[in-house]
């Protein structure tokens, strides 16, 4: 092959991959595929109890990150990866394949029943987290743990507000309700 014919080629590769991120962020998701440090992750779930019967839902999952520490803690538990973007959705596939506890679904979180949770942890932005609050206010309401990185559902008084020691670039605080 020449060296034109690679170059080209890597351009192509490049353009698409952009078109996949850019079309995932603007049409798609319209919440950024930003992820917590594994640092700050770990500092929060060490703070929640995760027991063997749960069945615990990361809603807009990422790349899977959340779900994969959990199982370090709790392999016992069943683990539900929601996500809408196409790029975070394949990644989370492929990170947590050897993970049998974990199932990733590319579904609208606005139209997935998660009504079976014990917890759920949520890093969203404040607009979908509003439209999620009917369920997630269901949940509270029968003691179920909500985990909200940064950003938390109003109306609802968390039992805890803690400041990060391991703070992400956008996640500083977290709310367990
Ligand atoms: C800020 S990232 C959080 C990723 C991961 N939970 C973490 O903490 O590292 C939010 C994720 O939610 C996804 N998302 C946004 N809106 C969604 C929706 N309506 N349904 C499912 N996933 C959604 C985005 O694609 C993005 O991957």
């Known amino acids: 092959m020449t060296i034109q014919a ?7 590769i490049l353009l698409i991959t952009t078109l996949i991120i850019a079309y995932d962020h603007i049409v798609v998701a319209r919440v950024p595929f930003i992820r917590l440090k594994i640092s700050t992750i770990q500092e929060i779930l060490s703070q929640v109890q995760i027991k063997p019967k ?9 790349d899977g990150r959340v779900l994969i520490q959990a199982v370090k803690i709790q392999p016992k538990a069943t683990y539900i990866g929601i996500e809408k973007a196409i790029l975070p959705y394949f990644l989370a596939c492929f990170y947590t394949r050897k993970h049998t506890q974990i199932t990733i679904h590319r579904v609208d979180i606005l139209k997935y029943d ?5 917890m759920v942890f949520i890093y969203l932005l404040p607009d979908l987290i509003k439209k999620l609050q009917p369920q997630l206010r269901k949940l509270i309401k029968n003691s179920k743990t909500v985990i909200a990185v940064e950003f938390a559902p109003a109306e609802v008084r968390p039992k805890e507000i803690h400041t990060l020691k391991q703070p992400s670039k956008f996640g500083h605080t977290w709310f367990l309700y």
């Not at 749960?54 to 990422?62: A, N, Q, R």
């Open 6 to 12: 690679a170059f080209l080629i890597t351009c192509v």
């Open 54 to 62: 749960d069945i615990v839902y990361d809603l807009g999952c990422g």
């Open 114 to 118: 998660y009504s079976d949770a014990e």
